[in-house]
Nanobody, 124 residues
Framework: QVQLVESGGGSAQAGGSLRLSCAAS????????MGWFRQAPGKERELVAA???????NYADSVKGRFTISRDNAKKVVYLQMNSLKPEDTAVYYC??????????????????WGQGTQVTVSS
């Protein structure tokens, strides 16, 4: 059984930084793409960033240049470094593991395991 456990959420001032971590267990981590999604109050969940097993990355336009996704296959951890935070980044952030041979990065149905979510609150 796959488990994904997020940590690192919290509160920050606008312009500040936070780093989220997602520790995975249960299957060969290095084989799977990973994604970070977020859901703000009253909004649909959206892809923030994703990283392939080979290390290629995808970002939402709203976070390009500010957020960086990375992975450590030896530790089975995926990170989301968030810099220059804005109040509109406030959301619950979820880590997810992508199915093999998925066709898209942003489609939630291409991710079969999810973490419990961690709250990020950015104040102005």
């Amino acid at each position: 059984q796959v488990q994904l456990v997020e940590s690192g959420g919290g509160s920050a001032q606008a312009g500040g930084s936070l780093r989220l971590s997602c520790a995975a267990s249960g299957r060969t981590f290095s084989r799977y793409g990973m994604g970070w999604f977020r859901q703000a109050p009253g909004k649909e969940r959206e892809l923030v960033a994703a990283i392939a097993s080979g290390g290629s990355t995808n970002y939402a336009d709203s976070v390009k240049g500010r957020f960086t996704i990375s992975r450590d296959n030896a530790k089975k951890v995926v990170y989301l470094q968030m810099n220059s935070l804005k109040p509109e980044d406030t959301a619950v952030y979820y880590c997810a593991q992508r199915v093999l041979y998925a066709s898209s990065w942003a489609d939630e149905s291409d991710y079969d395991y999810w973490g419990q979510g961690t709250q990020v609150t950015v104040s102005s």
